[in-house]
C-alpha cells in the first residue's frame, strides 16, 4: 500500500480514530491490537501470501532472540544461534533479491560455453520492504546476544516493531532499543503534535508528489532518450535531476513515515540530513540515509574489526561495507559498481585524510573539496540510475566525444524550479549550523506548510511508486 | 512591558495557537490565488479534462483511463459490473491493443449489425496488450464467437502488458478494490480541481468503455495530430522464431475452439504492413487490410481520431462484407 493512495488514507484515518478515542495517551492493549492489524493489513495489500514471510522472519528472530536470552552471552551456542538467525534471514534475502540475478548471470555464461538458447532466471516478485524489516529483525537479535537489549516476552510486541507501517516498506531502520523504550511514554495527542505530525506529512507528500514526481518526468524522458544526452552539460545535468529525485523521494517518504508514526505517538529516528551540504563522503554517509550507514557501520563494520586493526584492515573494511552497502540496495552491476566507488571514495578520503566535515583549514580549500565531494556523488547517482554496466560506457563515451552538450541547459532550466526547494532546505541548514538563524518555528511552518499544501494540489505530477519501495 | 515578555496579542498559549493556524490558513488562500492567476495567464482551466461534466456518451460505461492510469484488463479479467456478458453474444470479436480500440467505430459497427445480425464486440486492451491475455479473457469466459478479428502488430504477438499480467496475478477482491479507489481517486480529483486548478501535467486523455459494445470512448485534449497510414519495410525475411510460435500457439487455441481468426491492420506508426503480411502467409490466416493510398488521421500521432476511424471501419466491413466473413458470422 502506497502512503499515496486513497486506501492508506482510508487506513490512517481509521487508525487515527482510534489513537483519538482507544489510544489517546499511546497506552492501552486496544490501542496496540489496532496498530499491530493496521500493520498486518497494510503490509499485505500488496501481496497478501507475503504476509507469511514477514511472520517467518519475524517469527526465527524472535525464537532465535529467546533462545540468546535464556542461555550465557558470547558462549560457542550462542553464536550458533546467532550464525542461524543471520543465515535465514540472509539467505531469505538472497533467494528473493538475488537469485534472479545469479540465474541469469550463469545461465549466459552456461549458454555462451554451450551454444544453448536457454531462458534462465527466477521472475518473482520482490517482497516490499523486505530488506528493511530483515534489517530491523536482524539489529534485535545482535543487540539481545551482545547483552544491550532486553528480550521481549511478547511476540506481538516484536511484530508491531518490525511491522509498525510507518517504517515497513521503506524505513528509517530503526533500532529495537529506539523502538521500545517508547512503548510505556505516555505521549497525548495534543497540539505540537498534531502541528509537527502534520508538518513532516505536509512537506514529505510535497516533496514526494511535487518535487521527486517532477523530476522523476524529466529524468525518464532524458533518460528513455540516452542518445540525446551529449557532453559533459548533458551528463552533469541528468545527474543533477537525478539527484534531486532520488534526494526527494526518499527523504520525502521519511518525512511523511517520521510525520504519520509521530502523530502515532513515536518517534522515527532522522534519515536525512542535508546531504548535499557534506564537505566531504564520509560527512555525506553521516547525512544520507543515516539509519542505514549507522545499521552497516554497527552491525557490520565494527563486527569486522571497524578501524581496532591497523591501517590496511580498516581500509579494506570500509570498502567491504560499501560494497555490501551498494549490494543491498539490488542485485545488480550498477548497485555494485555504486557502492564500490564510494568505497574508493572514501579510501581515497581516508588516504588524504580529508574525512569529516571541516576537513580543510582553508575555506578555500574546503570549498573546493566540498565541489569536488558532490561532483562525485552525484556522477555516482548516474551509475546507481543505469540499468546495466554497458549503459556506463555509453555514457562515458558520451562525456569525453559528445561535446559540450549545451542542449540540455533547456531541461535543467525546468528542472531547476523542482530543484529549488531542496536548494532551499540545504541552505537553511547551513545557517542554521553557523548558528545564524535557529529552527524553524511554528510561525514559519505555517507560512511553509500552507503554501506547500496548495503546490502539492494543484501540481502534483504523475504518479510513480517511491524508488525505496524496490529495496 | 518588560523586556522579553510577549507582546499582547501573543500572551496566551492559546492565543499563539491562533494566530499561527490564522497564518496558515492565510498562505493557503495567498497561494491559492497566485495558482489561479497562473492557470489564467496560461488557460489551462479550459484544457482540464477534469473540469469537465458529461464527457462520456452512450449507454452504460467504466471509467477505464483517467489520464494516469488504466485499469480495464482489472474490470474485465474479473468481470467487475458485469462487462463481459455482451461480449459472450457476440459474433465478432475485436483483439489487439489501444489501436483497434480507437480504429472500430462504435456507430458505424452498429449500423452494419442493424442490417446484417452480426453482433460485433470490441474486446482490445491497452497498454500494447497481447495474445495471452486475449486468450485467457476467452477461455475464463467460455467467449465463442464465430470469428475473432485480430489488430496485427507486433506488440500482439509479444508477451502481456504489465496491465495485463498485474490483472491475470490478482485477485477479483484486490481488483474491485483496486477499481473502486480509481472511480474515488477521479471524483476526488475532479472535486479539488473545481477550485484548484491543475498546473503540472494535465490530463489529456480521460476513456469509458461502453459495456453494450466494448468501444472506447474518449474525451480528447490533444494537439498531437498527424497523419498515419502502414508502414512497410523492404526486406521480407523470414519472421523471427518467437513470433512464429505465438501465431502457431495462437491459432492452434482458437481452432480446438472452433473459432475462426481474421487479421486486420490498423495504420499507425507501429502498422508494419510487410509483418503482418508475414505472419498471414506463415499461419494461412486471411489478411484484410485497407487500401494503403487512403489517408488516416491521429488525435496523437497513433490512434486514429473520430473521422478516421469512421472511415477504417467502413473500408473494413467493405472487405469483411465481400470475403463472405458476415455471411459465415451470422
Known sequence: ?471 | MHKGQPSFIFNSRRARRAWTLLLGVLSFLFALILVNLIAGWMQLSEDSLLRQNGVRAGGEASLVYDGKRAIDQQIYYHNLGNVVEEAKSADVLFLGNSRILCAMDPGVLESFSTESGVRFYNLGFGYDEGSVFAMRMIDKYRLRPKIVVVNCDKSFWENSSTAGKAALAGRAWKAWVDVKEFQLAWHLRRFVHRWIPKLVDPEKIAIWREHENGAWNLSVRDDRQATVSYVATESDDSLPSKYVKAVGRFRKAMELRGIQTVLTLVPSPMANATFAKQIARTSGMDLILVSSEEAFTSFDGDHLNDESSRKFTQLFLSQFEVKGYSEESR
Not at chain 1, 18 to 30: I, M, P, V
Not at chain 1, 255 to 284: C, K, T, V
Not at chain 1, 354 to 370: C, E, L
Open chain 1, 1 to 471: 500500500m502506497s502512503f499515496a493512495s486513497v486506501s492508506f488514507a482510508g487506513l490512517f484515518l481509521l487508525v487515527l480514530v482510534a489513537r483519538c478515542t482507544l489510544g489517546s495517551e499511546k497506552l492501552g492493549r486496544s490501542y496496540f491490537v489496532v496498530l499491530l492489524v493496521a500493520s498486518l493489513v497494510f503490509y499485505s495489500w500488496h501481496i497478501p501470501q507475503y504476509l507469511f514471510l514477514l511472520l517467518g522472519i519475524s517469527g526465527l528472530n524472535y525464537f532465535v532472540a529467546g533462545q540468546l536470552s535464556a542461555g550465557p552471552h558470547g558462549n560457542r551456542l550462542a553464536r550458533r544461534w546467532v550464525a542461524l538467525a543471520v543465515s535465514g534471514s540472509l539467505g531469505t534475502l538472497a533467494v528473493f533479491k538475488y537469485a534472479d540475478f545469479f540465474l541469469r548471470g550463469t545461465g549466459s555464461v552456461i549458454n555462451q560455453v554451450s551454444g544453448a538458447d536457454l531462458v534462465w532466471g527466477w521472475e518473482v516478485a520482490l517482497p516490499i520492504g523486505i530488506s528493511f524489516y530483515i534489517f530491523q529483525s536482524l539489529s534485535y537479535v545482535i543487540d539481545v546476544y551482545r547483552g544491550e537489549l532486553k528480550h521481549r516476552s511478547s511476540f506481538a510486541e516484536f511484530l508491531l516493531y518490525v511491522s509498525f507501517f510507518p517504517q515497513l516498506v521503506a524505513g528509517p531502520i530503526v533500532r529495537a532499543k529506539d523502538f521500545f523504550y517508547q512503548w510505556p511514554r505516555r505521549r497525548q495527542l495534543c497540539w505540537p503534535v498534531v502541528t509537527e505530525g502534520c508538518f513532516q506529512l505536509i512537506a514529505g507528500f510535497f516533496f514526494k508528489l511535487v518535487i521527486a514526481d517532477g523530476l522523476a518526468a524529466l529524468v525518464d524522458a532524458y533518460w528513455g532518450d540516452r542518445g540525446a544526452v551529449h557532453g559533459i552539460v548533458g551528463i552533469g545535468s541528468l545527474s543533477l535531476l537525478f539527484g534531486g529525485q532520488i534526494f526527494a523521494d526518499f527523504a520525502g517518504y521519511s518525512m511523511i513515515a517520521r510525520g504519520l508514526a509521530y502523530l502515532l505517538g513515536f518517534r522515527l529516528p532522522l534519515n536525512f540530513d542535508a546531504p548535499y551540504i557534506a564537505g566531504s563522503l564520509q560527512e555525506f554517509w553521516r547525512r544520507w540515509h543515516i539509519s542505514l550507514s549507522t545499521w552497516l557501520r554497527d552491525y557490520l563494520y565494527v563486527p569486522l574489526g571497524g578501524n581496532r586493526h591497523g591501517r590496511s584492515r580498516t581500509m579494506r573494511n570500509v570498502f567491504l561495507v560499501m560494497l555490501l552497502g551498494g549490494l543491498w540496495h539490488g542485485a545488480g552491476v550498477p548497485f555494485i559498481l555504486w557502492g564500490a566507488i564510494h568505497g574508493l571514495g572514501l579510501l581515497m578520503e581516508k588516504g588524504l585524510g580529508v574525512g569529516g566535515a571541516r576537513p580543510w583549514k582553508s575555506f578555500s580549500q574546503r570549498i573546493g573539496w566540498y565541489v569536488l565531494t558532490q561532483c562525485f556523488v552525484f556522477l555516482a547517482w548516474m551509475v546507481f540510475r543505469m540499468e546495466s554496466a554497458g549503459e556506463l560506457v555509453t555514457m562515458m563515451g558520451s562525456a569525453l566525444y559528445g561535446g559540450i552538450g549545451l542542449g540540455a541547459l533547456s531541461v535543467l532550466a525546468l528542472g531547476g524550479l523542482y530543484l529549488m526547494p531542496i536548494c532551499g532546505l540545504h541552505v537553511r541548514r547551513i545557517l542554521e549550523i553557523e548558528g545564524l538563524i535557529g529552527a524553524p518555528r511554528s510561525p514559519e511552518k505555517a507560512v511553509w506548510a500552507g503554501v506547500m499544501l496548495v503546490a502539492i494540489l494543484s501540481s502534483y505530477a504523475q504518479g510513480s511508486a517511491f524508488i525505496y519501495f524496490q529495496f
